[in-house]
C-alpha cells in the first residue's frame, strides 16, 4: 500500500508538470499566431486599400468628376516632408521628389469606407483635426498606389494642419465639398454649400473681461471675444439722469450728464441748455431753479414799479412776475417834482396846476394861420395866483413877448407880434413853453407845459394872399 500510494504521488506531480508545460507552449503558440495573423490582417488591408486607391485613379483618369481623389490632400512639399520625417520614417528621405511625382493624401476609415475598403475602422482612425487622442490613418499616393500607415498626434495634426485641403473629403455622392468658410468662426459653422455637411460647428465666443467701452449713446460693453473681436457683456448705460451743471462766461445755464460705469460720452460733453423757470421766494428774493439738473440760484428781485395814482405805486419783478400786493408811496429824494421809482409826476398842492391854455391869432381869432404883421396871443388859467411866468412862443422868449396878468393874477396872457425880424419857417406850427410860480408858496409848476389844453394852435404862413379883380362887364 505504501508503494502503491508513492506511485500515485509521483505520477500526480509528472501530470501537474506535464500539463503546466502544454499550457505554456499552447499559450507561446496562440500568441504567436494572433500576432502573425494580425500582421497579417493588417497587411491584407494595406493591400486592399492600396488597390482602391490605384482603381479610383483608374476611373479618375477617365472621368474626374465621378471619380475625384478621395481624402485630405497635403497641398505642399514643406508639409509632405514635415510628416514624413516625424511619422513615416519608413519613406526615402529623397521627400521633396517623392511629392513631386505622386498625389499624395491622408486616408482615415470614413475616407477607406467611400473607396469601398470595409471594416476598416478595425485598422484606422477618423482623422479629426480638432481631436485630443493619437491616431492612426494611412498615407497614399494616388499615383503610384503605395499606402502606408501610420500614427499622428494632435501635436502633430495641428503642425500640419495649414498645409491640409479638407475641401478634398468627398461624400459618398461623388461631388467634391464646397466648403463657405476655410474653417469655422465664433457664429457659424463650416459646412458645405453643396450638401449642407457640416465639418467643424461653430465655436462660439472666447470673451475676456475689459473696462467698459462705450458703444453708443445707449450701450456699452465690458467684454471682448479674442478670436473675432466680438463685444459681450453689453449693457445700458446707467445714471444717465444724473446731471452736472455748468455756467459759461456769459452767465447761460448748461448742463450734461454721462454714464457712470464707462464714462460715455467720450471726448466732449453732451452740453444741454437748462430748462430754467423762476421761483418766487420772499418779498426781496427769488431763485432761478433748472427743472432737470435741478440747480439753483437765490438772488434778489429785478423791480418794475407802475404807477397807480398821485400818492402810490405798486412794484412787480420782471424776472418771476412777483407783484407785492401793498402800495408803496411815491419817493422824491432830489427834489425834482418826479417819482425816484415810477417816474410819475409828483404834483403837490404847493405848485400851481394850469387848468386851461389856448394859443389864438389876435387879429384872426378863428384862423389857424399867422403871417408877418399878426400877433399871436396865448392864454393860461392857473388854479393859484402866479407870477414870473416864463413863457416861450415859437422859440422866442420875454425880449419879443409882452405880458398881462389878470387883477388876481390867476390868468395870464402873452403876446407876440410876428415882425420882420422874427425868423419862422413857412408852414410851422408854433411851439409853445409855460412854466410859472405860486404867489404864495413860491413853488413852480414840476414840468412846463409844452400843449394847449384845447388842441388849438397857430402855423405860420409867409406868403400873403393876393386879390384879383374882375373887369365889370358893360351891359
Not at 468627398?170 to 466648403?179: A, K, R, S, V
Not at 417816474?343 to 399867422?370: C, G, H, Q, R, W
Request: aromatic share 10%; glycine share 6%.
Amino acid at each position: 500500500m505504501k508503494n502503491s500510494k508513492g506511485i500515485t504521488m509521483a505520477s500526480l506531480i509528472i501530470v501537474i508538470t506535464a500539463i503546466v508545460l502544454l499550457s505554456t507552449m499552447a499559450i507561446g503558440f496562440g500568441y504567436r499566431y494572433l500576432t502573425k495573423t494580425k500582421q497579417v490582417n493588417k497587411e491584407a488591408f494595406v493591400e486592399v486599400l492600396s488597390s482602391a486607391v490605384t482603381k479610383r485613379e483608374s476611373s479618375y483618369s477617365v472621368n474626374m468628376s465621378s471619380y475625384p481623389r478621395l481624402g485630405f490632400y497635403i497641398k505642399d512639399a514643406e508639409t509632405f516632408k514635415k510628416l514624413v520625417e516625424k511619422y513615416v520614417p519608413s519613406l526615402p528621405h529623397n521627400s521633396d521628389l517623392l511629392y513631386e511625382r505622386g498625389q499624395w493624401y491622408i486616408i482615415d476609415n470614413i475616407t477607406a469606407e467611400k473607396l469601398g475598403v470595409k471594416d476598416s475602422s478595425r485598422f484606422i482612425d477618423v482623422y479629426d483635426m480638432t481631436g485630443t487622442e493619437k491616431i492612426t490613418v494611412a498615407l497614399a499616393d494616388y499615383v503610384s498606389g503605395s499606402v502606408i500607415l501610420f500614427t499622428i498626434d494632435q501635436e502633430g495634426i495641428e503642425e500640419i494642419k495649414e498645409g491640409i485641403d479638407e475641401s478634398k473629403i468627398e461624400p459618398t455622392d461623388g461631388h467634391i465639398h464646397d466648403f463657405n468658410l476655410p474653417a469655422a468662426t465664433c457664429t457659424e459653422d463650416r459646412k458645405c454649400l453643396i450638401c449642407g455637411f457640416v465639418v467643424q460647428t461653430a465655436l462660439g465666443h472666447l470673451y475676456t473681461n475689459g473696462a467698459a467701452t462705450p458703444i453708443d449713446d445707449e450701450f456699452h460693453f465690458r467684454k471682448t471675444c479674442e478670436r473675432c473681436g466680438a463685444k459681450g457683456g453689453i449693457e445700458r448705460h446707467t445714471n444717465l439722469d444724473k446731471y452736472t451743471f455748468y455756467k459759461s462766461g456769459d452767465g447761460t445755464w448748461y448742463h450734461y450728464n454721462g454714464c457712470s460705469v464707462c464714462g460715455w460720452p467720450e471726448g466732449a460733453r453732451n452740453y444741454q441748455r437748462c430748462d430754467t423757470y423762476w421761483e418766487s421766494l420772499s418779498d426781496t428774493e427769488h431763485a432761478l431753479r433748472c427743472k432737470i439738473c435741478e440747480h439753483s440760484e437765490v438772488s434778489n428781485h429785478t423791480l418794475k414799479y407802475i404807477y397807480v395814482d398821485k400818492e402810490y405805486h405798486e412794484y412787480l419783478c420782471t424776472d418771476c412776475g412777483f407783484v407785492k400786493i401793498n402800495f408803496e408811496v411815491h419817493e422824491d429824494t432830489n427834489n425834482d417834482h418826479v417819482c425816484d421809482k415810477c417816474d410819475a409826476e409828483m404834483i403837490t398842492s404847493d405848485s400851481p396846476v394850469l387848468e386851461s391854455v389856448t394859443l389864438k391869432n389876435k387879429n384872426f381869432p378863428d384862423s389857424k394861420y399867422i403871417t408877418k404883421g399878426e400877433t399871436a396871443v396865448l392864454t393860461f388859467k392857473s388854479d393859484k395866483a402866479m407870477q414870473d411866468a416864463v413863457v416861450k412862443i415859437g422859440g422866442y422868449g420875454d425880449e419879443k413877448l409882452h405880458y398881462t396878468y389878470s387883477a388876481d393874477r390867476y390868468t395870464c396872457t402873452v403876446e407876440l407880434t410876428i415882425s420882420e425880424d422874427i425868423v419862422l419857417n413857412q408852414n410851422e406850427k408854433l411851439s409853445i413853453s409855460i412854466n410859472c410860480q405860486s404867489v404864495s408858496t413860491g413853488k413852480w409848476i414840476v414840468n412846463p407845459i409844452t400843449a394847449t389844453s384845447d388842441g388849438s394852435y397857430l402855423i405860420f404862413d409867409s406868403i400873403p394872399p393876393t386879390a384879383e379883380y374882375i373887369l365889370k362887364g358893360k351891359y
